[in-house]
């Protein structure tokens, strides 16, 4: 009961301290403002009793008695923009420079009213203090980083807000320092004692006002201060009512534990396990198809497809390096001599098919081999967007006779490694692939360079790859783990059975096995 009834006591009184810290702040600013007013009004009295005493002053004239008023009137409105003026700077600069917002300088000592600025200043102070006393009870961060957010923002528009007031000021100010010239000019024809008594008298009363000023915004602010009574109340105090200790029932917690920590998550993962039906391991193209898996290559981290380039030292680098050495060892058993081809195909979008090209690319690039990289997607080309080359001029214009291979083979910043991109979309991506200049066109390639990579656009969804094998030594073919659909592996199966796909082996692409333990 002790614990509950303090509890209340701290939280009313951590309430009323943030309402009263507007009008500390207010106070505090108010006090040092007039000790250097005070000084000001002390030293401008003294001047003003010099000057009487030492000179015979005649009385103003009516007329300059009339503008007199007039210009300290002018003088008044001008020291309140510039008090309001300067407030904001040193809020601003508050604002920029300190983390801790409960001391923020009140708008009201500055004669500001405007309810955008004074509302988001309270804004501050309370969040600010509301921070400051969590501390004591709750540890938690997330808890502190919604306030900080709520701060951060409440601060972002706060500076708007005096940004916004600034220039309307300085507009008035611009204006009332014209009147202010025009009725200087007008006193200039006073004697010159009158002019220097008048000069002396209103500086004394403009020190006078805004003390006074001063005086009577600390007075308001001390009443609100006293004024200030918390929300929060004591309806009654806290009573044994004879019925007994109210606590947790440990049994039947623990065996709610049990069901809640064992059981149901089992349930869970066997019910996700069962609805799962992408590829997840090795394990899984083991049992679905006897294609060999000839690389397993991890998870990209990054937005840029030039992983290897980019990066020459990562694990991602590494089992680009040992696929490259896999597809070596096949094409020495194969006996293959001069250029190799290789097709880069998969069953649908999103496998990582040209993510793949180009690393597996790169790598061969990097070994010291002549390599290009022929686009070859033509309905959804994007080879040319990773290596910052145009797409105006491809295989499509050289298929059609509108261009030359010289015109269409683009360096890339890859040592060794030149882009044959796409070229503009064509209407009939199929009929353009079985154009005879294809054929040509990599037979050209082929005493040129070691290394020919074609990205091909995935067989699942059209048959534009199938035209393709014939030119290709190896056929890689890309899944993606947690992403590729198991049913799709019956398909490879049954196009590497008709021999629609010949020398196929399949890439592990995006493979992520958090078990696994890192070398180096």
Do not use: W
Request: aromatic share 8%; with cysteine; hydrophobic share 40%.
């Amino acid at each position: 009961m002790a614990t509950i009834e303090k509890s209340v006591e701290v939280l009313r009184d951590n309430q009323l301290a943030a309402k009263n810290q507007f009008a500390t702040n207010t106070v505090k600013f108010i006090d040092s403002a007039m000790i250097k007013m005070e000084s000001q009004l002390k030293d401008s009295e003294n001047e003003l009793k010099s000057f009487r005493k030492g000179k015979d002053v005649v009385q103003l004239e009516s007329g300059g008695a009339r503008t007199s008023e007039r210009l300290f009137g002018f003088e008044l409105e001008k020291d309140a923009i510039l008090r309001k003026v300067a407030y904001y700077n040193t809020l601003r600069a508050y604002l920029n420079d300190s983390n801790d917002f409960s001391k923020l300088p009140a708008p009201s000592v500055a004669g500001i009213d405007d309810p955008n600025i004074t509302g988001n200043v309270s804004k501050l102070i309370t969040l600010s203090v509301e921070r400051a006393n969590k501390r004591f009870v709750v540890k938690n961060l997330n808890m502190y980083e919604e306030f900080d957010s709520k701060m951060i923002a409440v601060r972002d528009v706060l500076l708007v807000n005096i940004a916004s007031a600034k220039q309307a000021l300085q507009y008035d100010l611009n204006m009332i320092t014209g009147k202010i010239n025009q009725a200087e000019s007008e006193l200039q024809n006073l004697p010159e004692n009158q002019q220097e008594l008048f000069k002396i008298q209103r500086k004394y009363n403009l020190s006078d006002n805004i003390y006074s000023s001063f005086l009577a915004k600390r007075l308001e602010a001390e009443i609100v201060k006293a004024a200030n009574v918390s929300d929060i109340k004591f309806i009654d105090t806290a009573k044994d009512i004879g019925g007994g200790n109210i606590g947790p029932k440990t049994g039947v917690n623990y065996i709610l534990a049990f069901f809640g920590g064992f059981l149901l998550p089992f349930v869970v993962i066997l019910v996700l396990f069962l609805l799962n039906n992408s590829i997840q391991h090795i394990e899984d193209l083991d049992k679905l198809t006897k294609i060999p898996v000839i690389g397993v290559v991890g998870k990209k981290h990054t937005l840029s497809n030039l992983s290897v380039f980019e990066r020459p030292k990562s694990p991602l680098a590494e089992s680009f390096r040992a696929l490259r050495s896999s597809l070596q060892f096949l094409y020495k058993k194969s006996n293959l001599q001069g250029a190799k081809t290789v097709m880069i195909t998969s069953s649908v979008a999103g496998e990582g098919k040209t993510f793949c090209s180009i690393n597996i690319a790169t790598v061969f690039a990097l070994s010291d081999k002549k390599t290009v990289i022929v686009g070859l997607d033509l309905r959804k080309p994007k080879l040319f967007n990773d290596f910052e080359v145009p797409n105006d001029k491809g295989v499509v214009n050289y298929l059609i006779g509108s261009s030359s291979i010289e015109e269409i083979i683009h360096s890339t910043k890859i040592p060794n490694l030149d882009l044959i991109p796409s070229g503009p979309l064509p209407p009939n991506p199929g009929e353009l692939l079985m154009n005879e200049n294809l054929t040509e066109l990599i037979e050209h390639l082929k005493k040129s360079y070691d290394y020919i990579i074609l990205d091909t656009p995935p067989v699942g969804l059209v048959s534009d790859a199938l035209e393709l094998a014939d030119f290709s030594d190896v056929v890689l073919y890309i899944v993606r783990q947690d992403y590729t659909k198991k049913g799709m592996i019956s398909q490879l199966n049954l196009r590497n059975k008709r021999g629609e796909l010949k020398n196929v082996s399949i890439v592990l692409n995006s493979f992520e096995n958090k078990t696994q333990n890192n070398y180096g």
